[in-house]
């Protein structure tokens, strides 16, 4: 029986490929076969696993005419991640989570000999092959799984690249990481390619009235407008959360507001089970509301709700607003605290044991406005955000957004920094000068 493919994938748009153990053939031969012989490399994929204690599963293997055992393989033994380069092998101490969601890149650099593996982006295991075995090249089969009766492979596998480069540190982080990037930079004359998401995973967003400002922010360059807080909206969704990281999260934007109401409801962030119907209710986690505070001075003040099974709580910035004013907003969620920035400056923060548990099985969806109930069809949008408050819609506000990312992870403040100035790849600043620079 052939492999299958299964919804939802990774980044919950599509489809993954599913591996059976148990079954035989479970495996993709490659018909135009890549080169990994004397050659720098990288493979990266996303993985699910479902494997027993102690097994061995290729991932992907490549095998040679009169090879005896000089074979390349990167795979899993004992749920730890594996890469093999003539006859040498290096593996983790760390073992991946069964029914886990992780982010797998294994590097080599024929240059040097040196091989790397990163989980979800960190490093977790360096070797140098000292004495390789060269041996045959000529190339026979290169396979998806394991083409014979043994180490076979079991669980999904989505988003699996190859690179003939070693891929920096930076780069493999934002691919584990940075779950959306929105720049708002598409043709002006096709509002449609406002909903394109420039990160890896291509999560296309959904919305309503909505429209491109050219040089609202900086000069030359695309803002999204939200041309009425009543009607219009933006929203993302399928985001999965990754247990290296503890379950954090954390969302960036820029942001200028117009004509605020009181209680103006910014900024949702949502979470529903993966197992569960589309039409499901889902479970509110924070939302971002701007108060009106002195009509005359136009001044606002950000506050964030976060929720959790003993009801709701707040958190004010400390640091006041003027309308149609640009400020850089993030918002940092670990286990028990949460962190309002404004402007790379801590404006607010909470801790608090009152919070939902979030685990690898579940999906957030980040929505901005705050559109009636029958201008939106998606039904992740969920009006629990407001436990019973009324909602306040003000058909003369107007939202203008630049620069929207959602990390599956926590943000450090360098690069809240980063990001507030516009620097092209904050993740730069997720090491210290201390770390090493593999």
Not at 52 to 67: F, P
Not at 175 to 197: K, M, P, Q
Not at 284 to 296: E, F, G, R
Not at 302 to 315: A, E, K, V
Request: net charge negative; glycine share 4%; aromatic share 10%.
């Amino acid at each position: 029986m052939l492999p299958s493919y299964v919804t939802p994938d990774y980044s919950g748009q599509g489809a993954a490929l599913k591996l059976n153990s148990s079954i035989p053939y479970q495996y993709i031969e490659l018909e135009h076969s890549p080169k990994f012989a004397n050659q720098t490399f990288t493979i990266s994929a996303w993985v699910k696993p479902e494997l027993s204690a102690l097994s061995l599963a290729v991932l992907l293997a490549q095998r040679y005419k009169n090879e005896g055992d000089n074979f390349f393989a990167v795979g899993i033994i004992d749920r730890r991640p594996r890469i093999r380069v003539y006859n040498t092998f290096t593996e983790t101490s760390v073992q991946l989570k069964n029914s886990q969601w992780q982010y797998v890149t294994y590097t080599f650099s024929q240059s040097d000999l040196s091989m790397a593996i990163r989980i979800d982006g960190l490093l977790k295991a360096y070797g140098t092959i000292v004495s390789p075995q060269y041996g045959e090249s000529q190339i026979e089969t290169t396979t998806i799984g394991s083409a014979a009766e043994f180490n076979r492979y079991n669980g999904l596998i989505d988003q699996l690249s190859i690179a003939y480069r070693v891929k920096n540190r930076v780069d493999i982080l934002d691919e584990a990481t940075l779950v959306i990037c929105y720049r708002f930079e598409g043709d002006i004359a096709n509002n449609d390619s406002l909903l394109n998401d420039s990160s890896a995973n291509c999560i296309r967003a959904q919305g309503a009235n909505l429209s491109r400002v050219v040089g609202s922010r900086r000069t030359g360059q695309g803002t999204l407008l939200l041309n009425d807080s009543s009607l219009s909206y933006f929203q993302s969704s399928g985001f999965a959360l990754l247990y290296t990281h503890n379950y954090t999260y954390s969302y960036a934007l820029w942001i200028s507001i117009s004509n605020a109401s009181p209680n103006l409801t910014l900024l949702h962030i949502t979470m529903n089970d993966e197992i569960s119907s589309s039409n499901s209710i889902s479970t509110c986690l924070a939302m971002l509301i701007i108060d009106k505070i002195d009509p005359l001075n136009n001044t606002m003040q950000l506050s964030m709700y976060t929720y959790g099974p003993q009801g709701q709580n707040l958190i004010k910035s400390n640091v006041m607003m003027q309308q149609s004013t640009w400020y850089h907003i993030a918002v940092i969620s670990t286990t028990n605290n949460f962190d309002l920035n404004l402007n790379a400056v801590l404006v607010g923060s909470l801790n608090t044991s009152n919070t939902f548990q979030i685990n690898n099985e579940q999906r957030l969806s980040l929505t901005i406005g705050n559109p009636s109930n029958e201008s939106i069809q998606n039904q992740s949008y969920s009006l629990m955000c407001h436990l019973n408050q009324k909602q306040i819609f003000s058909r003369g506000s107007s939202i203008a957004i630049d620069e929207l990312r959602f990390y599956a992870r926590q943000l450090k403040p360098k690069e809240i920094q980063a990001l507030t100035d516009d620097v092209y790849s904050p993740s730069n600043w997720f090491y210290s000068e201390n770390d090493n620079l593999l």
